[in-house]
């Protein structure tokens, strides 16, 4: 396992990762697939998909063709379906990891697990859950855990066992509406999902982070639409704008009228104008993308006239299981409204932004969130800048943490009270403009992987 997905997986199981690693934003870089000279492919379906679940860290696409029973494994390298997965049930319930996929049937009430690398069935067992079952989420670049989402409450699982494991808290959380259940999102790396309630009002905007061997939650009595994490869980975007971690929105006027999404890569978030309808109203154009980055929000390009999302959405497939942006395979991929089809663009940030006449400075990596007592943080700052010559100073940090040119260290004393600590570090370019870069990083002394919850 290469050292970024081993931190991953290390993080997402409740241990202590190497801070050193790589962040999320080293996942895997993806290769791009031949393009003709237009840059768009379009490839069908066997069938009208009724889900796409992300797994692979962004490799693989996956498409519940439930009128064949079967997943369809698109790999976005070789842009084209490698493999078909056989179910035995019609209810099925789907998330994806690094390595594995789980899958729910509700019909039979089994739980089992698939290897991506090997795509073989690993693993089946009877899911002792009473009453209804309504959503299952999971990181797409991590080991686990696996949110399931029951009437009574969220349940974890080991995606590794299929068995529940407990986070040290109450497990009877977001219990659903008796007629409409939560819907849930996980980030990318695993560590925050978030959950709303469509039909009934206010939706309830909630969000759970994982913290070592517990989670802490937050949530606010109002609506903002779907809800779902960042690919590091630092936002939590939806159809109304941006929060942050503390709920609190962010940039409102910038993102007005859009509907936000998460980018396969935790440095950008995307924005969606003019898929319908909206607030009532069905656009008279064609839905445009726009792409901005995570850290200080800036809007770097917009993609006109995405004609395959005009129209309406079926509840079967939302809008975050229609748009996939991956920046180190410079490849966008959506899925058209009659849900039959995926069209695949080729789309460079760097390429567009030397082509623009934008004098952009912005962070493009992401630093890891939390690190354990005695350990290194180790954060390699990569940067863009039109102008060049970037210049990055630490303003604030813990005592004991230095920069030198584009890493910043911090030897974590032994001793050291756990909570929260905050950093902020300021670029300039050679154009003089300057732009902020701040992050929390949550220091622990406790290393516990979550328990398996008693036998009564």
């Given at each position: 396992m290469k050292p970024a997905m081993m931190a991953l997986a290390m993080v997402a199981?409740?241990?202590?990762?190497?801070?050193?690693?790589p962040s999320l934003a080293a996942a895997p870089h993806l290769k791009a697939p031949e393009f003709p000279e237009s840059g768009l492919i379009r490839k069908k379906l066997p069938?009208?998909?009724?889900?796409?679940?992300?797994?692979?860290?962004?490799?693989?696409?996956?498409?519940?063709?439930?009128?064949h029973r079967k997943l369809a494994i698109f790999d976005v390298t070789q842009a084209k379906i490698t493999k078909y997965l056989p179910m035995g049930g019609d209810d099925l319930l789907i998330a994806g990891g690094m390595h594995h996929l789980v899958v729910v049937s509700r019909d039979h009430r089994v739980i089992q697990r698939w290897d991506l690398k090997t795509f073989q069935k690993g693993l089946t067992l009877a899911l002792d859950e009473p009453g209804q079952i309504d959503q299952l989420a999971m990181g797409y670049a991590s080991a686990g855990p696996v949110m399931l989402n029951t009437r009574k409450g969220l349940r974890f699982y080991d995606p590794q066992t299929l068995k529940r494991v407990s986070y040290s808290e109450p497990d009877n959380l977001w219990g659903s509406h008796p007629q409409y259940p939560a819907i849930i999102r996980a980030s990318a790396d695993g560590m925050a999902f978030t959950a709303w309630v469509p039909r009934i009002s206010p939706n309830g905007?909630?969000?759970?982070?994982?913290?070592?061997n517990k989670y802490s939650m937050r949530s606010q009595h109002a609506s903002a639409g779907y809800l779902i994490p960042s690919a590091d869980g630092s936002l939590v975007l939806t159809s109304s704008g941006v929060y942050s971690q503390e709920l609190v929105k962010l940039n409102k006027n910038r993102f007005d009228g859009l509907r936000c999404l998460p980018a396969l890569h935790p440095a950008y978030i995307l924005g969606v104008k003019g898929v319908?309808?909206?607030?009532g109203q069905t656009p008279k154009t064609h839905p445009t993308l726009s792409i901005f980055t995570a850290n200080d929000r800036q809007l770097l390009t917009t993609i006109p006239d995405l004609e395959e999302l005009t129209g309406t959405f079926g509840?079967?497939?939302?809008?975050?299981?229609?748009?996939?942006?991956?920046?180190t395979a410079n490849l966008l991929i959506t899925l058209p409204t009659t849900n039959d089809e995926i069209v695949l663009r080729k789309l460079s940030i760097v390429d567009i932004l030397q082509k623009s006449s934008i004098d952009y400075l912005f962070v493009e990596s992401v630093p890891a969130r939390a690190i354990a007592a005695s350990e290194t943080f180790t954060y390699d700052i990569a940067t863009r800048s039109a102008r060049g010559k970037v210049r990055i100073s630490l303003d604030s940090g813990p005592e004991g943490m230095k920069l030198k040119r584009n890493r910043l260290t911090w030897k974590v004393p032994t001793d050291i009270e756990p909570g929260p600590t905050s950093v902020i570090l300021t670029l300039t370019d050679a154009s003089g403009q300057e732009v902020f870069h701040s992050f929390t990083l949550k220091v622990s002394n406790d290393d516990a992987r979550p328990k398996a919850p008693e036998q009564k």
């Open positions: 199981l409740g241990c202590a990762a190497p801070s050193s690693a069938a009208p998909t009724t889900s796409v679940t992300v797994a692979g860290g962004g490799r693989y696409l996956v498409f519940h063709l439930a009128k905007i909630r969000l759970l982070t994982l913290e070592g319908g309808p909206y607030y509840r079967s497939v939302p809008l975050d299981q229609r748009v996939f942006f991956l920046p």
